[in-house]
């Protein structure tokens, strides 16, 4: 019809590369979800919500994909990561290397206190203060680092020399301006997953 727009032509040979099937896949079969080989002592402890917690992150992490662990305050999104990173060293074979958590400066000691309590098997790094150490060498000995957004940016030519696990920031309303300091270096950081957790409700937009 004269004066119509044509529709754009698609290549109608294209496939997607492997890995987005699988990952799209991955998406599709939530309800299919596998329970994570958490520690039978830990997973003990855990209500049946956050079994399934982290059987999604686990799920999410074994498919190369990222997420944001978002539910209300005090529903055990700590406890959460922290069985997530007990599953790191529960598989056969062990996944080595360490995890970080970055999270505000008030709430270090709570992750590390916690990380004793629930997970003392871990070897965990808090890496905040006067002491810090100076040599990725620290971190390749610990199961967990834990540092605040303040000292990521400190001390970002060593976190970036890095390479971990996972690395999951907390409280994420603290990220969510993209062109802050905080947000640039915690992107810049090498990792194999990359999660959020954050009990403030999303505004406005992702």
């Known amino acids: ?25 991955a998406l599709r079969n939530l309800s299919k979800l596998l329970p994570a080989p958490v520690p039978p002592s830990l997973s003990a402890l855990l209500r049946p919500y956050q079994r399934l917690g982290v059987a999604w992150l686990w799920h999410l992490y074994r498919h190369e994909l990222g997420g944001v662990l978002a539910d209300e305050m005090g529903l055990g999104k700590t406890l959460q990561a922290l069985a997530l990173f007990a599953v790191f060293r529960a598989v056969d074979p062990p996944l080595r290397g360490a995890s970080l958590v970055v999270c505000p400066a008030s709430l270090v000691e709570n992750w590390r206190r916690e990380a004793v309590r629930f997970t003392p098997g871990l070897r965990t ?82």
């Open 125 to 206: 790094l808090a890496h905040h203060g006067d002491r810090r150490p100076d040599s990725v060498t620290a971190f390749n000995e610990a199961d967990l680092v834990i540092a605040s957004y303040g000292t990521l940016v400190r001390d970002r030519e060593l976190f970036e020399s890095a390479e971990f696990i996972c690395v999951i920031g907390d409280e994420a309303q603290h990220i969510k301006n993209r062109r802050t300091q905080h947000a640039q270096v915690l992107r810049a950081l090498r990792a194999r997953g990359r999660f959020l957790l954050t009990g403030t409700p999303l505004e406005n937009r992702l």
């Open 1 to 25: 019809m004269p004066g119509r727009l044509a529709r754009p032509v698609l290549a109608p040979a294209f496939q997607p590369p492997a890995a987005w099937r699988v990952r799209s896949e």
